[in-house]
């Protein structure tokens, strides 16, 4: 294949390890090499609980994609979810010298967002530049670079986390023998998968429910305005089961996935079943109904959890479409009518992306078959979206405010009018 990229992804979650390597073709056209997947549950909640063995977990994932791909890793882009995620929407004005916009007024404008907006014990992580006004136009354009201007304002949506945090991750990565290009929160890449542009601009939800955490990012005219992440998620609805119906972590997982439901009102309160725990001789009388009662009760606080960050944010009345779901824990029966019984809005779950797809490069047809599994892994959709993100406009125009911009000099770029509407949302909530 001529002019592709390899890239290379590292998603922690709270259950496992996943690395994908990706030959970027084109925004539409990235073909998965190899992936890598080592059940972990050392990252949770945003938190390294057990370094060695996280990083042990890290150097087997990325070892087993090199070897499906036949390529060795140097640097990669890592996503991951943490509840000390700060978030906040922030502006950086620039008087602009010459009168035409060069990169380094873009670079200026992020810094003194940062300057008045990012605390000094916290990392920028992330930042989704929104748009730039230029002068006293009422309008804004995504791309101010070469623009005749006295001054710009750029709109930033800036991601936070602790220093001390991503200090720890630096090193954890750094004991892997691996750089990190780009840190990514988990919800923006799994919303590049996940949700059409027509959702993103009309205003919508996404929801990824993990096994610790539940992230969370709305859009709204094609920009992204509020990210949050929540320190609750499908593994205490596995610890609940556990605890009442008095069984194992592992036996009430495997409970979960294969008689729970979150729709209660599909359940016959009548109807009971016998479950035996492996390795135990007992027997275990288990009412359907009551699990199903056990898995509601703790969908519904995370759901109202969610609906509470977004009208204190005052953006419910901005997601004309709705929420759509990811992650693991959107993926019990019942989620689809629980949701949108509970929400009073429309509820999907993510659909797979067409521009993902596995590469074969093997010499043999087996090879490929695993490979092409893996591809329609759901688990894997928040990497994917990363490689994705990282062809987006939405990448491309945030760069030019990195100060590595400076270095490329000038990048070509389309602009568009996105319209006084969006520019109300932002008064709204800044």
């Known amino acids: 294949m001529k002019n592709t990229e390899n890239l290379v992804v590292v998603h922690l979650s709270a259950t496992a390890v996943y690395v994908v390597i990706g030959s970027v073709v084109s925004a539409k056209d990235i073909r998965i090499m190899g992936v890598g997947q080592v059940k972990n549950s050392d990252f949770y909640q ?53 009168e035409v916009v060069r990169a380094r007024d873009m670079v200026q404008a992020l810094s003194n967002a940062k300057s008045q907006d990012l605390p000094s014990d916290y990392y920028l992580m992330h930042c989704c530049q929104q748009g730039i006004y230029i002068d006293e136009q009422d309008t804004m354009v995504d791309d101010a670079i070469e623009m005749i201007a006295k001054n710009i304002t750029v709109m930033y949506h800036m991601m936070m986390m602790p220093v001390s945090s991503r200090q720890n991750i630096q090193k954890l990565l750094q004991g892997c023998d691996v750089g990190i290009d780009h840190i990514v929160f988990d919800a923006v890449t799994s919303a590049e998968y996940s949700l059409m542009s027509e959702e993103r601009q009309q205003g919508v939800c996404l929801v990824d429910i993990g096994a610790s955490t539940t992230s969370i990012c709305v859009y709204k005219e094609n920009k992204l305005i509020f990210t949050h992440c929540i320190a609750s998620g499908s593994h205490e609805v596995t610890m609940d089961i556990s605890a009442d119906i008095g069984i194992s972590m592992i036996e009430a997982e495997k409970l979960k996935k294969s008689h729970g439901t979150v729709d209660i009102n599909s359940m016959d309160p009548s109807s009971f079943f016998i479950f035996k725990p492996q390795g135990s001789g007992d027997e275990v009388n288990v009412s359907l109904y009551n699990l199903a009662r056990i898995i509601e009760a703790r969908y519904v606080q995370i759901f109202t959890e969610v609906v509470r960050q977004l009208h204190e944010a005052e953006l419910l009345g901005y997601i004309d ?42 010499d043999n047809e087996e090879s490929f078959k695993q490979l092409s599994m893996q591809v329609n892994n759901r688990a894997y959709q928040t990497a994917f979206g990363t490689l994705l993100y990282s062809q987006s406009e939405q990448f491309r125009h945030s760069e030019q405010s990195e100060p590595d911009a400076i270095k490329r000099g000038r990048i070509k770029g389309t602009f568009q009018n996105v319209g006084q509407r969006f520019t109300s949302v932002l008064k709204k909530i800044l």
């Not at 994932?61 to 060795?72: F, H």
């Not at 929400?343 to 067409?354: A, E, G, W």
């Open 46 to 98: 945003g938190q390294i609980k057990h370094r060695e063995r996280l990083q042990g977990a890290i150097k087997q994932a990325i070892q087993d994609a090199e070897d499906m791909a036949n390529c060795r890793v140097h640097s990669v882009w890592l996503t991951l979810a943490t509840p000390e995620l700060s978030s906040k929407n922030s502006i950086g004005n620039v008087a602009v010298e010459e």
């Open 321 to 362: 479409r709705g929420i759509v779901l990811n992650g693991g824990g959107s993926t019990i029966k019942g989620m689809i009518p629980f949701a949108k019984r509970l929400l009073k809005m429309p509820v999907v779950l993510s659909n797979t992306h067409p521009a993902i797809s596995a590469y074969n490069h093997f």
